[in-house]
């Protein structure tokens, strides 16, 4: 586009592609063109390449080992936080167990099971009356009834006998 | 529009990948591909930048954030979209932030201080050099807030169109054109305040008066 067919076309607000090529790469048709739209002169400004200072493989190289820097860093934090997770679900592992071990052992473990000295000396006072005692069922013959003999652990432990028997009086 | 004008200034290379295929190689670990991106969105991206902060080091150092910001995100970005829309909305956001936080920071350190040109001090002649332009441009367009320096630059000097903005800064249309009118106006405003030389030349203008 000349001059002259710039200026012969030119009107306020025109921003075809020509034009602004035009318009941009002429000061004298800028001039002329601003006179009549004032908002044209800004928009010289378009249509160069600018550069960032150093040129842009400088600058793509800046932005590229801060690219590899930070994938590093990246990587770094990753395997710092694999180690770290490592730890803490060992620890977790270990804290479960340790819990789980206290529910299944905890009645072997109750004061209840743990036979106190007083306890002991209870019972075992208990099982001398006990001996002294006259059993109030020595022999038992029934046809109906259904006899359970709960197991005991040594000779001289008291033995426990369950009589279901229906033709035996209630008080016996 | 713009499109045309992209065409007219920059052959397309014809057996150069386009964005997307860069993208999807740079997904799938190959640095070259995001370099040859980063490569190709260079000038863009830094222009972008510079017109919108106007100092090249830190325009600089906030287009290498935008193509780190990009790294970081690329498995977020949805191929249906265009790249470049995408890449756009990166750097409005790493622009808008710093901006918002220049300005903060410049009002509080001196908001009573603002140099205003009269016009008796107008006595250089105008020029029509790109630099003086640049320069002003740079000075004048401190009025306008981050949105409406956005949508100017875009729309003015990058030739963006308004439903393309529109995408990029997730706005209605209506509310990129009213930017862009707001914008124009302060812009004249303040070209005719500090520069009068320049609002001189205006003829037939009536919204300048």
Known sequence: ?172 | MSVELRLMMSPPETHAPDDQELVERSRSGDPSAFEDLVRRKTSRVFGHCYRLIGNAEDAKDLAQLVFIKLWENLEKYDASYAFDTWLYRIVTNVTIDFVRTRQSRESAVRSPLRLVKSAEEAVQPVTFQKKEIERIFHEVSAVLSPKQREVFVMREIEDIPSPEISKILGCRESTVRNHLFNARKLMKEELRRRYPEYARLWRGTDDLQ
Request: hydrophobic fraction near 45%; proline fraction near 6%.
């Open chain 1, 1 to 172: 586009m000349t001059c002259s067919e710039f200026r012969r076309a030119f009107h306020p607000g025109a921003r075809d592609a020509e034009a602004l090529t035009h318009l941009r790469s002429c000061a004298d048709c800028l001039e002329f063109a601003v006179a009549l739209d004032p908002d044209c002169l800004f928009v010289s400004l378009g249509g160069e390449e600018l550069v960032p200072p150093g040129g842009v493989d400088e600058f793509v190289a800046r932005v590229m080992g801060e690219i590899r820097i930070r994938g590093t860093e990246q990587k770094v934090a990753s395997i710092r936080g694999g180690r770290t997770r490592y730890w803490w679900s060992l620890a977790a592992a270990i804290a479960i167990a340790t819990f789980s071990a206290v529910l299944v052992f905890r009645p072997a473990m109750t004061p209840e099971t743990v036979p106190s000295a007083a306890l002991v000396a209870s019972v075992a006072a208990d099982r001398a009356i006990a001996q002294t005692i006259v059993p109030v069922v020595e022999h038992y013959e029934a046809d109906d009834a259904t006899i359970i003999e709960i197991p005991t652990q040594s000779d001289d432990d008291i033995r426990v006998v369950m009589i279901f028997d229906e033709s035996l009086p209630v008080d016996l």
